[in-house]
């Protein structure tokens, strides 16, 4: 519970006060004591951490004075670490277990580094102190570091000295708002115009048959305006996508062609550039290189080692993350919606497919336990099965009638199917690279955005990497995307660089209940 005292004004004057906190109204009253002093009171049970903007209006709704206070209402939970292997000598292996509440589908970055690279930014001051401010405020972090007794005293000493920049209330009593000069995001944004030989197609309905990287697709029904074109918007993908396309008229011509433009459009800048905090100076050759430098060139170089490795290996050898050939198969056959995590699958095409068979029906009963083959189908466990041919529902006779060479593979699902009706049994032909329908059709590829950089790990049980003679790594480990559950904990390892000692870790999230989960602290034997 907050209260707000007020002092100084004039008696039986009626004032107003108005706080908000996180672009939300949290208390309007009327202050009408006949006092010099009143007090309004605030509960705090269902806010969250952040600034709150207390402002006091006289009767003619005129801003009198205005007061900015740090509302500490919730705290964020912290994870709860087990360290199973803490070697922090010289390129010492380190192996730690990282447990929390939260479900599944929540994820938590972790950051382990030099105990010197203290972040001057968090995502706690970052969301509760920052983003309302307009001024720069040195080192925000600092007032969210629990090693820091006297935080609370030094923030509210901060915010009396701070003006809120957001908007002003005169302004907003006048309906004189801020002009939006930058629209909502519409993420990648595409132009296609359609073609049928030399003719563009007006209001045409077209299909387009979306392949994304990850085996996923999406069917999207567009109509071409007068010109002929129309318009993706919302796009969110990396890499890139594959677009088939087709007029939806039984009737359409055989040489239609889709041309495609990017439609996000960039302002140019035309502005001064701001003054770098840095300028250049002649460098003698007796100058040594600063200590961060020289650790930034060593992971550097580290991290072209493990570029140029990778590249040989995919280039003369095989990836280093190469699937089994049948799950390659099984991806290009099976759509999303009919996978699941408890399904066998049978591969026609890597191993020798069984010849001598009299139906398929009867050879996938004697490979899976339970199965058992009737005159017109499958039973599973006094359950009948459903049969599906190519995804497609199909009965029994239909099923056995097809030969055994024209089987790609066949997959038996008996739990959690997705789309599928379970249990059942999958049969897949020989239809060519069938994994979408659509193939054959005219289609276009679709840069999207460039997938994140990844973090380059260093494994000193790899006999590839006791080749690096000289490890100053300030950043020993960074890992933005650690799932985490309750029934299997997370393990966190790395292994320190050559110059050994205490480290820093930092660990970020969101817990299961939506609040944040936050642990920064120096790690020492």
Known sequence: MCQIIVKGKPNNSKYKLIAHLQNQLIYSGKLGSSDSSAMATIPLDSLDNGIIHLTLFNEKEQVVAERLAFVNAQTFSSPTIRYDTLSLGKRGYNHWVLQTDSADKYNYGILITDPSLRPTETILSRLWLTADLGDDIIEPSWYFNSENNNRQQALDALLMTERWNRFSWSQVLRNSFPKIIHQTDRYLSFIGTVFAGRRMQLNKEVNLFI??????????????????????????????????????????????????????????????????????????????????????????????????????????????????????????????????????????????????????????????????????????????VNIYVDEMMADGFFAASIPIQDIAMIKFIRNGGGVVQVPAVLIYTRRGDRKFPFYGLPNTVLKGYQRPERF??????????????????????????TGIRPDAPSDIRFYHNDKGGPVRMIITGVNSKGALVYEEKVISN
């Open 211 to 384: 392949q994304y990287t990850d085996s996923a697709y999406e069917l999207r029904q567009v109509m071409t305006d007068s010109s002929g074109a129309f318009v993706l918007n919302d796009m969110i993908f990396t890499d890139s996508i594959k677009v088939y396309y087709q007029l939806n008229s039984k009737k359409a011509p055989s040489l239609t062609k889709a041309f495609f433009e990017d439609n996000n459009r960039f302002e140019k800048y035309e502005y001064a550039f701001p003054a770098a905090a840095y300028t250049l100076a002649t460098r003698s050759e007796k100058d040594t290189l600063p200590f961060y430098v020289q650790n930034r060139l060593s992971s550097i170089e580290i991290d072209r080692m493990i570029d140029k490795r990778e590249k040989k290996l995919e280039t003369v050898f095989v990836r280093t993350k190469q699937r089994r050939k049948t799950d390659e198969l099984n991806d290009k056959l099976s759509s999303p919606g009919f996978r699941s995590f408890d399904e066998t699958v049978f591969d026609f095409v890597n191993d020798d497919p069984p010849y001598g068979s009299q139906n398929v029906l009867n050879w996938i009963s004697s490979r899976v336990a339970g199965l058992q083959s009737t005159f017109n189908g499958l039973i599973s466990r006094g359950q009948v």
């Open 456 to 481: 380059n790990e260093v494994n000193y049980s790899d006999h590839f990497f006791k080749s690096i003679t000289n490890d100053q790594r300030p950043v020993l480990l960074w890992n933005t995307f």
